[in-house]
């Protein structure tokens, strides 16, 4: 992946290659995804997507059409918000069809995916008062501890109001109706008379009798009363004059959705919730290593295709009901795992530039995002992936001896929140949650670095050899060449070619820009000819023809390279008309390419020229500026 800045042109790219505004049904983001919901997808969009500098990769899975971007992601979502005009324009969209599970796993994600980041914050604070109270005990009866206390305890008991906030946007009703309905299932008078209703008191509303159920830290309650609201809404704005919509609809939308949640819909789906959290909480208890062993090995292929956001409310439930949850303490060893397998890549990568990509992705990793890690190296050299998919099993399955869980929610399972695990009432849990993590992390870089893996050629090196085998200093068979005398004769190159020049600073290539080759300058050429620029001998040609290294009669060597990665034509739109070790005169005719050839491949023409013994020079001065024709004068060596 290419590094980017101007992540609002790279949003704007993305929009025209899938087929513009009208083809965007809607977006939306998670931690590392931009999410969009197209009504259909252009032939090679993904592929032209993923190409994109800054694109990590393109999925395409439960009904959209996944950009997978990294930590920037949310740069890129404001622009494409602004430009698609969301809030204006979504209504008018009608939504493609899409099956139960895709639309479900969709609706998880737009919910969850905005305020993560604010439920990540106050787990790190849970589990920074849980490290403190264990080396101070007496801190936990201090003020400080009270005041901290409840602040990270505080997104979680108005959960609703956030679920509100996001959901509203994502079934299209007003956002301010949606939250006055969910703080009232958070106000605290209902708190009470749910209290008195589990005390054995009988509160009935319409005659209808009301259950215990509360709403503080639920997922489905607010969800469905949301969705059920957005119905409502549409229905009561359709039927009431435009004079009495803007209090009648939010009066009349109040007045039903919270009795209707408070009777029907939040005592429904809690039990819903539960269920599902308790059938596995069943597994766990049954077959605890089974349960290990496919949450760990297998919850980053969950990731690869974005469904993970699907598993939220059973381990909110978990939490609720329980006060603890094993499942991200299961997920956190997959994690730690794959942040393994880069550094794993890292150690035995020989290539410096992937190296630093896996570095990197390791990094991020740690925080608890693992998309970078996935696409842009372990998924992209396939055993590393499998590694570390093992050793989060091997490392899940020690786990499971231990019964650790996490005593705090994890807004972002990874290395950071281990500390969730440490309770006073289990103090096996940490220990076992430690030491599965130090398993999982050994065992996968080991595994890596015996079963290996198909090393990215490295760049650098790859046109270094290039260059040996143009200029031919590959024929001295380890001999030392001979060094020639620096001389002050100034010596002066001609253009082999027209176009306009540019420095080599601006070449898309960072060999040739960081003149690892040599000095000198690039021309994106406008006609197919290179000539000699001057009286010497080719000695260098490669099968592919793409480029020709010359030595002058005076010692001056240099290398005309036509385009960037055009070795991978294997020849295809070029023409040689000279032969390696032939004699040339300035001017005669080297070699035609054909630029809307190479072009329509997908390859740059930009041709650098580039004095390949620069350093037995005082100086190698661009002496062009702009359009050149061929003959005039290039470059200046002192």
């Not at 009777?263 to 597994?283: C, E, K, W």
Request: glycine letters at 8%; aromatic letters at 8%.
């Amino acid at each position: 992946m290419a590094k980017v800045r101007d992540y609002h042109k790279l949003a704007l790219d993305i929009i025209d290659v899938v087929g513009g505004q009208k083809n965007i049904v809607n977006a939306t983001r998670c931690a590392t995804r931009l999410r969009l919901v197209l009504k259909e997808t252009p032939e090679g969009a993904k592929e032209k997507v993923s190409a994109l500098a800054g694109v990590i990769t393109v999925v395409e899975n439960n009904g959209q059409f996944q950009v997978v971007i990294g930590t920037h992601v949310g740069e890129v979502y404001d622009s494409v918000a602004e430009a698609l005009h969301l809030d204006a324009s979504a209504q008018e969209i009608e939504q493609p069809k899409q099956n139960i599970v895709n639309r479900i796993i969709a609706t998880m994600s737009a919910v969850f995916a905005p305020f993560v980041y604010i439920l990540a914050a106050a787990g790190l604070l849970q589990g920074a008062l849980i490290l403190i109270t264990m080396a101070a005990p007496s801190f936990a009866e201090t003020g400080t501890y009270e005041v901290l206390n409840f602040m990270s305890w505080t997104p979680f008991t108005f959960l609703p109001i956030f679920i509100a906030i996001t959901a509203s946007k994502h079934f299209k009703c007003n956002t301010y109706i949606a939250i006055l309905c969910c703080c009232a299932l958070v106000n605290q008078s209902w708190a009470d008379i749910a209290a008195r209703i589990a005390d054995g008191d009988v509160v009935r509303f319409l005659g209808v009798k009301l259950s215990e159920t509360t709403y503080t830290s639920t997922v489905l309650p607010p969800l469905l009363l949301v969705w059920v609201l957005s119905y409502l809404e549409h229905f009561i704005e359709k039927k009431l004059p435009d004079a009495a919509k803007p209090l009648l609809t939010p009066l009349i939308c109040f007045v039903v959705m919270v009795p209707a949640t408070i009777m029907v819909i939040g005592p429904a789906s809690a039990i819903t919730a539960n269920a599902i959290a308790n059938g596995y909480n069943a597994l766990v208890a049954f077959a605890p290593a089974l349960a290990g062993a496919i949450i760990g090995g297998l919850w980053q292929v969950v990731v690869i295709f974005g469904v993970h956001w699907g598993i939220t409310p059973v381990v909110l439930a978990n939490f609720d009901m329980n006060g603890c949850d094993t499942f991200q303490a299961f997920q956190t060893i997959a994690v730690v795992a794959q942040v393994a397998a880069a550094f794993g890549v890292f150690i035995k990568s020989r290539n410096k530039e992937f190296k630093g990509v896996a570095l990197s992705a390791g990094v991020t990793g740690i925080f608890g995002i693992t998309e970078p890690t996935i696409y842009g190296v372990t998924l992209r050299l396939k055993k590393p992936f499998i590694c570390g998919c093992a050793g989060g099993a091997v490392g899940a399955v020690v786990m499971s001896f231990f019964h650790s869980a996490y005593y705090a929610y994890a807004g972002l399972p990874g290395l950071l929140t281990i500390v969730n695990a440490i309770s006073k009432d289990a103090p096996m849990s940490f220990i076992g949650e430690a030491l599965a993590c130090v398993i999982a992390f050994v065992i996968t870089i080991v595994a890596i670095q015996i079963v290996g893996f198909d090393d990215p050629v490295d760049e650098a090196e790859e046109s270094e050899e290039e260059t040996k085998k143009i200029t031919g200093t590959e024929m001295l068979s380890g001999e030392k060449q001979e060094q020639k005398e620096q001389t002050a004769e100034i010596k002066k190159i001609e253009s082999p070619l027209a176009g306009t020049v540019i420095p080599l600073s601006e070449v898309h290539d960072e060999v040739f820009a960081s003149e690892m080759m040599g000095k000198g300058c690039a021309v994106i050429p406008e006609e197919r000819k290179v000539y000699a620029p001057f009286d010497g001998k080719v000695v260098g040609l490669l099968d592919s023809h793409h480029a020709v290294g010359m030595e002058s009669t005076d010692g001056v060597e240099i290398l005309i390279h036509v385009g960037m990665d055009t070795v991978k034509l294997n020849g295809r739109c070029f023409t040689i008309h000279v032969e390696e070790g032939e004699q040339v005169k300035k001017g005669q005719l080297l070699l035609e390419f054909d630029i809307p050839g190479i072009k329509e491949a997908g390859y740059e023409v930009t041709t650098p020229i580039v004095v390949t013994n620069s350093d037995e020079f005082n100086d190698v001065e661009m002496k062009a500026e702009g359009q050149v024709t061929v003959g005039v004068e290039l470059l200046e060596l002192s």
